[in-house]
């Protein structure tokens, strides 16, 4: 790919790629998605719990299941997941920035209908989503199963685009009196909060704190 | 509206509604967007920097100014916003959820284009992005801000969608001896990380701890 040289400093920090590894990373860390489609030429934009199964991003939504039947019509998606990471303080509005991993995954995603797979892709999403629980839940019942829709969609074709490191100031902006740098972000967990219908004494689990 | 007796419970943790402080809210909380769009037939969904200046979104992004130029050229779009609250432990696998609040806002976005205005504009943006750090920064050269593109969608036309709560179990499930609850979720900042190219010693900001 060709570059400008105008902004050949800039892309250092901003990478655009299309690496199976690194979209794995991404979704990997995700539990949300944004889904997009167009119905009647009107772009909608849904939010979705997702995860990886191999080479295919699993999709569940308390989304009504006219939204799971249209796209599991055969519409053409556009999932994509992004992780702030961090802001970038520059010396000026101008040239700050964020850090941040997103991906774009393109395609059609196929409703998962044979009952033995749609089983073993809920385990994957839930232990994505709550590591660790799945061991001390009781089985889904086959009404829950068929009262579940979960969407694949093949990890073939994306786009990944990373921001990583410091300000990329100008030179001619590196004696201004001000502090430059990145505050990182995280996610933190508080305090489990019991629930109120807990019919017995049970503490919170230790895997909670490794959510 | 009506209610399938079914749901009726779920709903009571589950609101979807177009109240405009609880929009507000929720995109005061937010520093990205998810902005979905139609270009010839196929569906995109772009990350870009959002923050709300009165009754309109503004959105910043460092996408490529094609797609700044599809969005402005009138492209219906549907822009998403979503907080992940916390993870909500029922005890099954299917009762299991997520609390969130999301809003999506449909309309067309529009280029701001007269210089006072963007100038404005901007400033909200950053004081939204990175609290307090406005006062500190140069003004931005007007070359600076011929090369910044900001769009405004007007905040009239959206949902919102909350899950707050508890998990919601069947009475069949409470008596199994299983833990209970929700983990709640929030940002943190992780320590300042100062630009390797500071020329002089400038401690870190007392407003950083604030973002």
Aim: hydrophobic share 40%; proline share 7%; glycine share 6%.
């Amino acid at each position: 790919m060709s570059q400008h040289p105008d902004t050949r400093h800039q892309r250092e920090k901003e990478h655009g790629g299309n690496d199976f590894k690194i979209a794995c990373a991404i979704i990997d860390d995700a539990r949300i998605c944004h889904v997009g489609f167009t119905v009647e030429e009107y772009p909608y934009v849904v939010p979705m719990a997702c995860a990886r199964d191999k080479d295919q991003l699993l999709l569940h939504g308390s989304v009504a299941s006219r939204v799971m039947k249209s796209l599991a019509d055969g519409l053409d998606c556009c999932v994509t997941i992004t992780h702030l990471d961090g802001l970038v303080f520059a010396r000026s509005a101008f040239h700050s920035s964020m850090n941040y991993r997103s991906v774009m995954i393109f395609g059609k995603a196929q409703l998962i209908e044979d009952e033995l797979e749609k089983s073993r892709s809920f385990d994957v999403l839930v232990e994505q989503l709550m590591p660790g629980r799945l061991a001390e839940l009781r089985d889904s019942t086959p009404k829950e199963l068929k009262a579940t829709h979960l969407l694949k969609l093949p990890i073939e074709v994306f786009t990944t685009k990373v921001r990583t490191g410091p300000p990329d100031d100008p030179k001619s902006d590196l004696g201004l009196p001000v502090w430059a740098g990145v505050v990182p972000f995280g996610t933190i967990n508080g305090e489990p909060v019991t629930a109120p219908d807990m019919r017995f004494k049970t503490s919170a689990p230790a895997y909670l704190s490794k959510m």
